[in-house]
């Protein structure tokens, strides 16, 4: 709860390379943050998270890096998943 995006980041990557799918659960606005930073794109989901996301948003993202690599802009942000939709 306390930790910024930059301890979840780095809590990612001690992540095995034999892991394909992680589920995080947090709080806002470390979640967001996250995902604004690893999103490789300026686009409308960039947008959609750059100023936070509502309760129970699923940020889905696809991490085509190994774990450890994980950092700015190296995973893709494909769907922004809030309780209207």
């Known amino acids: 709860y306390q930790g910024g995006a930059g301890e979840l980041a780095d809590a990612l990557r001690t ?4 892991v394909r799918v992680a589920l995080v659960v947090g709080h ?9 930073a690893l999103h490789d794109a300026d686009d409308d989901l960039s947008s959609q998270v750059s ?23 190296t995973a893709h942000l494909t769907d922004v998943l809030t309780a209207t939709r």
Request: charged share 15%; proline share 11%.
């Open 28 to 36: 806002e606005p470390t979640i967001s943050a996250l995902a604004y």
């Open 15 to 18: 992540l095995d390379d034999d």
């Open 51 to 73: 100023f936070g996301v509502p309760t129970a948003t699923a940020l889905v993202l696809s991490v085509p890096v190994g774990w450890d690599a994980l950092g700015p802009r």
